[in-house]
Structure formats: C-alpha cells, structure tokens
T-cell receptor, first 113, second 115 residues
Framework: GDSVTQMEGPVTLSEEAFLTINCTYT??????LFWYVQYPGEGLQLLLK?????DKGSNKGFEATYRKETTSFHLEKGSVQVSDSAVYFC????????????FGAGTQVVVTP | DAGVTQSPTHLIKTRGQQVTLRCSPK?????VSWYQQALGQGPQFIFQ???????QRGNFPDRFSGHQFPNYSSELNVNALLLGDSALYLC??????????????FGPGTRLTVL
C-alpha cells in the first residue's frame, strides 16, 4: 500500500550546518509530494511542495526535488538556524485521493547555537 | 483572511466519555479533513467531509464520527473514549478541485487527553 518513510530523528546540528532529511515513498500513480513543518505546540505548516517529476520545491532556504526514479523527495537546507528547530513531515497525495495526505513519522531537528 | 480555526485548544476527558471537537475552515474552502496525531508520530487520516457528507474514511472505528454543516464547518465526535485516543486532532481544509492539487491548510489542533 501507499506509504512514506523518512529518516528517524532527532537530528542535532550546529547553527549554519547543512541539513538533509531523507524521504522515500510508495504510491500508485504519480503523487504530489510535500514537506510540512511543525513547531512546538503548533499545527502543521506547508513548507514546500512538488507536483510532478523533477520539480523542485523551495521556501525559506529549504529545497526538495521530486525524484521519480528513486521515489524520493529529500529535504535540504544549506545553513540552518536555531529557529529551524522543529519536526518535519514528508507527505504525499495521490491523484485519486481528493486531497488525503499520507504522512511519514516525522523527523525532529534540533539546531544548537 | 482567517485561517483554519479549531476549538477547544485543549480538552481533558475520562475513559468512556464522549467528546466533540470543532473546526471552521479557511474562508472559501468547502472540504474538511480530520487527522489524528499521536505523540511522536505523523498525522493519520480519519475522514473527510464534502457537501455535508463523509466522502472517504481512514482506518478508524465507528466510534469516530463527524458532521459538516451548510457553512462548511465541521465537528468530530468520539464516543466511548479510550486512553489510546489521547492525541492532537488536526483539522485541514481545502477547496475541492478534481485531481491532486487540493492543497490542505491545517488548523492549530485540539489536544485531547483521556485519563
């Protein structure tokens, strides 16, 4: 069945370090792919998205590229800040799902000064 | 432009009780989805409402039910609460468009604790 797998956390980094969070998916058809971020005590915010193969989503210095051949959508940021400390969720939405999202388990990122 | 709002923010109940959570979608949106997020896990889809009817449902028992009103707002009801129902309940709204570009906007959630 459809699923999303992302690397386990917590990921602990120093400020200005490079961040990568791996995400792979299984889905029928050609899903749209998303990264959501959840700050402590808050709901989910859409960080970026990509709707077709080779699309690159980007926002606030974060990037992710839709790789159909490897069914992956890895999240990257070149220089993290303390304010990037949060839980990051990878998710997909298939074409026949009427907007239903399938989420990964989340990866906690902790950035220290 | 108000985003998705949910009430209450926090709720404490005891086992066996019933609870109702409420959601108002983002202005202009007509579809509401509910998700359960247990501690340390990703959100799990409960069900979705469109045109006042449940259109699709995740793997949740019948104790979980819902409703959508003519103004598109929605309620989630959980009967016979179990300890395992303790979670953050997230509401998401979207505008119905055929295909996969129904971007979901999430509310801040309702934290339910069952004792």
């Amino acid at each position: 069945g459809d699923s999303v797998t992302q690397m386990e956390g917590p990921v602990t980094l120093s400020e200005e370090a490079f961040l990568t969070i791996n995400c792979t998916y299984t889905a029928t058809g050609y899903p749209s792919l998303f990264w959501y971020v959840q700050y402590p005590g808050e709901g989910l915010q859409l960080l970026l998205k990509a709707t077709k193969a080779d699309d690159k989503g980007s926002n606030k210095g974060f990037e992710a590229t839709y790789r159909k051949e490897t069914t992956s959508f890895h999240l990257e940021k070149g220089s993290v800040q303390v304010s990037d400390s949060a839980v990051y969720f990878c998710a997909h939405m298939t074409t026949d799902s009427w907007g239903k999202l399938q989420f990964g388990a989340g990866t906690q990122v902790v950035v220290t000064p | 432009d108000a985003g998705v709002t949910q009430s209450p923010t926090h709720l404490i109940k005891t086992r066996g009780q019933q609870v109702t959570l409420r959601c108002s979608p983002k202005s202009g949106h007509d579809t509401v989805s509910w998700y359960q997020q247990a501690l340390g896990q990703g959100p799990q889809f409960i069900f979705q409402y469109y045109e006042e009817e449940e259109r699709q449902r995740g793997n949740f028992p019948d104790r979980f039910s819902g409703h959508q009103f003519p103004n598109y707002s929605s309620e989630l009801n959980v009967n016979a609460l179990l300890l395992g129902d303790s979670a953050l309940y997230l509401c998401a709204s979207s505008l119905e468009k055929r295909g996969y570009k129904n971007e979901q906007f999430f509310g801040p959630g309702t934290r339910l604790t069952v004792l």
